[in-house]
């Protein structure tokens, strides 16, 4: 499989919806935003597992990429995720 050049704003529509949906599911089952955030970080393990990746390094992984999501949510005057 070739690597491909894809346009950030289609990158972005695309994990809207599945943030989206992943809201929905939650709700429709008694959860609210926040498991809708557990639901895709468990997902994104479970990829990453299905793919032969080691399960602590997958969650580690998760992690790090939460921790800088969040830092740039919240931007430089915010607090910073440790």
Known sequence: MT???EDPKITMRRIEALGTMAVINANNSGGDN???AADLMC???LMAM???ADPD???AAMWEHA???CDDWWG???RKVQ
Request: charged share 25%; hydrophobic share 50%; net charge positive.
């Open 3 to 5: 690597d491909q050049i």
């Open 34 to 36: 926040a498991t809708a």
């Open 43 to 45: 997902a994104f393990v």
């Open 50 to 52: 299905h793919n032969g």
């Open 57 to 59: 390094r997958a969650l």
């Open 67 to 69: 921790k800088v999501a």
């Open 76 to 78: 430089a005057e915010r």
